[in-house]
Antibody, heavy 120, light 107 residues
């Protein structure tokens, strides 16, 4: 079964750090671009960051540049999001998502999400 | 950044009725890079349609997508009870962006 399982969320104070992890299984992880997408409580979806199959190309939304870093370990079938200098507006459910092959950058597989709460 | 606008914000319909959801982009989007998702409360989004009109694996044929340029549409031909949910469109131009969503609820 193709699956993504996130972990690492929790409650953190403003200015603090968290590292999210996403464990992939059921597919050849090293052949897919991967992303993080977040959803603030009661709000819509916001793409956060992308990483190329080999980890050599990354991109992120302007609001997290210089604070968040996406990375991956293909040997461990894992995706990560290091979040520093957290702000109240970063409070959200964070989803790990796979960029589908041949789907024109659609996210075809999603994890169940992990909640990050930043207290001010 | 390409901004997506969805209308209506809420669509109140009965099971068996046809639902037509609109997604409009602030500038032209390649039809290869427009997708639709369904999200139910407490669940992750699920990919329905990619490349404007291609159904994702396992998606029933009552879901269809169309459009080009700046105007795209998701149509649900006959609403089933499990189709009441929030629907998001998404594009990939320079970076992925999502629309604000349309809530399809039971009338």
């Amino acid at each position: 079964e193709v699956q993504l399982v996130e972990s690492g969320g929790g409650l953190v104070q403003s200015g603090g750090s968290l590292r999210l992890s996403c464990a992939a299984s059921g597919f050849t992880f090293r052949t897919y671009w991967m992303s993080w997408v977040r959803q603030a409580p009661g709000k819509g979806l916001e793409w956060v960051a992308n990483i190329k199959e080999d980890g050599k190309k990354i991109k992120c939304v302007d609001s997290v540049k210089g604070r968040f870093t996406i990375s991956r370990d293909n040997a461990k079938n894992s995706l990560y999001l290091q979040m520093n200098s957290l702000r109240a507006e970063d409070t959200a459910v964070y989803y790990c998502a796979r960029v589908g092959l041949g789907t024109g950058w659609a996210f075809d597989i999603w994890g169940q999400g992990t909640m990050v709460t930043v207290s001010s | 950044e390409i901004v997506l606008t969805q209308s209506p914000g809420t669509l109140s319909l009965s099971p068996g009725e046809r639902a037509t959801l609109s997604c409009r982009a602030s500038q032209s989007v390649s039809s290869s890079y427009l997708a639709w998702y369904q999200q139910k409360p407490g669940q992750a989004p699920r990919l329905l349609i990619y490349a404007t009109s291609s159904r994702a694996t396992g998606i029933p044929d009552r879901f269809s997508g169309s459009g080009s340029g700046t105007d795209f549409t998701l149509t649900i031909s006959r609403l089933e009870p499990e189709d009441f949910a929030v629907y998001y469109c998404q594009q990939y131009g320079d970076s992925p962006t999502f629309g604000p969503g349309t809530n399809v609820d039971i009338k």
